[in-house]
């Protein structure tokens, strides 16, 4: 059965060398939409409060704030295995056509809140966590479907141009925020609705089953026990970044304490009740394939690296450096997006040609350098003052396009080779799951950094800075010891605070230069950027550490595999034999 699985799966249709360019252009469509609105409501996200009145100054608002974002991303993380698994079942195709009809109608419904405050929030929160589970359905399919599509010496480039086009999605996704929602904020919805429309007949009509269906029965228990642990380990890292007490940060909060250790036992029992299953959810025998072991590794690193990485970024170009440059606080947002193009130029220039050069390549080259760069680039966004110059700052950004780029085309195509084509959906799932619960995870990382080092000099820095502009010592001491996580995210929203906690009150009876100042633009973007700037180094410097690490990770996964293939030719007539277990058979 094994032998008629790999026959099948290395089929292409027969005289029809044009579907495996159909079923790249349609999933690389459905790639960029699901990966835009991962990112789109970064920018967004200031109008969106405006829209729907929500005051990001209340802390407890934090919590609609980081779900509106996280939830699109914790549901697809949870299902993400399981929709590949289906797909493994009933046909990937299938799965994938159902994916895009979900996306769609979610992207519609999303349009029509016409609440506000936290009612309006938690429909958004809502629809947003269903538009995740189309998202998830398109994610887990759609490299199992070109890689069932494309032999094995091409995979590289359309794996290539199909992980490049979601990476530079959720970047696209600033740009289009920015513009889009300042016109009016459902936008950033609607946009997606003809799109998913056009998509949704496309794939009906052109992509057909080429894959190899198992039928064994869902995995029901593990599916449970994983979707339950993960999703209170990202409640628990979510809740952990919020303050709680007279505590900045909520990691000694009991409920998160309590969250993260169920999430921990739920998963723990998963991982047993998967070895003793007979059809498990995760095949967890796929980790004895050096090269997809190795490469999830890698990628999971390399993705908390980059995870929290535009958040840093946004928060620096909107709260700070766009203020101080004149920028009003309404621009802010589209700016922002505009000047994170290097980063999104980046990724488009390097991916294809390093997924074209690792088809006769080893692709462990282009992986191990891409996240040596990376971890060079972090390098040279952390030397740069608070106040940079912008060619500088570009440069960094889009050599650290170039760098991810340079990686993840290749060791997404090295994972997918090694992978049996019967198990391609549930092994990609596999891969997309770990890569989404490293951006939820790098988010509570970066943000703990953040907070840490905002917490240690923003009180003493705001108190001074509003007592030398003439606010009474008793009020700024007050809101020097407001949560630093409120102020963190007014920068992220691109907005100025200042009136709001001083209050009119107090205004009233300063002078009209002292006034000015304090409602300005340039003034609370100057009285947060040393603060900020010393939790950005340790962020900064956790992500050179990661990427270190995942470029060894990385050349770990020993010589080019690819999965019923002895031997692997290379160019200039070498031939390297494959290297795919632990020294164990590969599993079937």
Same mark, same amino acid.
């Given at each position: ?9 290395? @089929?292409?249709?027969? *005289?029809?060398?044009?579907?495996? %360019? ?84 979610? !992207? ?93 007949? %496309?794939? =009906? ?55 993260? *250790? !169920? ?9 047993? %009740? ?46 700070? %450096? ?14 922002a997006g505009i000047y994170m193009l290097p980063l999104s130029l980046g990724f488009i220039l390097a991916g ?10 080893? @692709?462990? =080259? ?12 972090? $390098?040279?966004?952390?030397?740069? &003052?608070?106040?940079?110059?912008? $060619? ?16 993840? #085309? ?73 949560? &630093? ?11 100025? &605070? ?12 300063? #002078?009209?230069?002292? $006034? ?12 947060? #950027? ?18 270190l690490v995942a470029a060894a990770a990385s050349w770990s996964r020993g010589k080019r595999y690819v999965h ?12 390297h034999r494959g290297e795919d277990t632990m020294g164990q058979s590969p599993p079937r």
């Open positions: 059965m094994a032998a008629d699985a790999e026959r099948a799966a290395r @089929a292409t249709p027969a *005289g029809d060398d044009r579907y495996k %360019w159909i079923a790249l252009s349609n999933t690389t469509v459905a790639v960029l939409l699901a990966t835009i609105d991962s990112s789109i409501m970064l920018i967004a996200m200031p109008d969106i409060f405006r829209g729907i009145k929500l005051n990001p100054l209340v802390p407890s608002n934090s919590f609609y704030l980081l779900w509106m974002i996280l939830g699109y991303l914790v549901v697809s993380s949870v299902l993400v295995v399981s929709l590949g698994r289906l797909g493994d079942m009933f046909g990937r195709v299938k799965m994938y056509n159902l994916g895009f009809v979900i996306y769609t109608t979610a !992207s519609l419904l999303l349009t029509i809140d016409w609440m506000t405050g936290a009612a309006g929030a938690d429909w958004l929160i809502g629809f947003r966590i269903v538009q995740g589970i189309g998202g998830a359905f398109l994610m887990a399919n759609s490299a199992a479907i070109l890689t069932d599509a494309f032999p094995a010496n091409q995979r590289g480039l359309a794996l290539g141009i199909n992980n490049i086009a979601g990476i530079t999605g959720s970047f696209l996704g600033l740009v289009m925020g920015g513009i889009l929602a300042p016109i009016d904020w459902r936008l950033v919805f609607l946009v997606s609705v003809p799109f998913g429309l056009f998509g949704t007949i %496309w794939a =009906y009509k052109k992509l057909r089953e080429l894959g190899v269906k198992t039928t064994a029965p869902v995995d029901w228990w593990g599916n449970g026990a994983f979707a339950v642990g993960l999703t209170l380990i990202m409640i628990g890292i979510t809740n952990g970044i919020q303050p709680y007490g007279h505590s900045a940060m909520g990691w000694a909060n009991p409920v998160v304490d309590l969250e993260l *250790g !169920s999430g921990a036992a739920f998963l723990a029992a998963f991982a047993v %009740w998967q070895m003793r299953a007979a059809h498990p959810m995760f095949r967890l025998a796929l980790f004895r394939i050096r090269a997809y072991t190795f490469g999830i590794c890698s990628s999971f690193l390399s993705a908390v690296a980059r995870g929290g990485l535009m958040f840093m970024m946004v928060i620096w170009l909107q709260g700070i %450096w766009l203020p101080l440059h004149g920028f009003s606080f309404t621009e802010t947002p589209l700016w294809p040609l390093s997924g074209y050069l690792s088809d006769r390549y080893d @692709a462990r =080259y282009f992986a191990t350098g891409g996240m040596v760069g990376a971890s060079l680039a972090f $390098v040279l966004i952390n030397a740069l &003052p608070v106040d940079f110059q912008y $060619v500088d700052f570009a440069a960094a950004l889009l050599l650290n396009g170039l760098a991810m780029g340079a990686f993840a #085309s290749p060791n997404r195509a090295s994972v997918m080779n090694s992978l049996p084509p019967e198990h391609r959906g549930a092994g990609g799932g596999m891969n997309t799951t770990f890569q989404n619960s490293a951006q939820v995870l790098s988010l509570g990382i970066f943000f703990s950094l953040m907070i840490a080092g905002l917490a240690a000099a923003l009180p003493r820095t705001m108190a001074t800075g509003l007592i030398a502009h003439g606010v009474p010592v008793r009020v700024a001491q007050q809101i020097g010891h407001l949560p &630093p996580v409120s102020i963190l995210f007014s920068a992220f929203l691109g907005y100025n &605070p200042i009136r709001q906690l001083v209050g009119g009150r107090v205004l009233s009876h300063l #002078s009209h230069a002292n $006034v000015a100042a304090l409602t300005g633009r340039h003034y609370f973007a100057a009285l947060i #950027s040393q603060p900020f700037h010393a939790g950005l180094h340790e962020a900064l410097t956790f992500a050179i550490v990661a990427c019923g293939q002895g031997t692997e030719p290379l160019a200039h007539g070498r031939v």
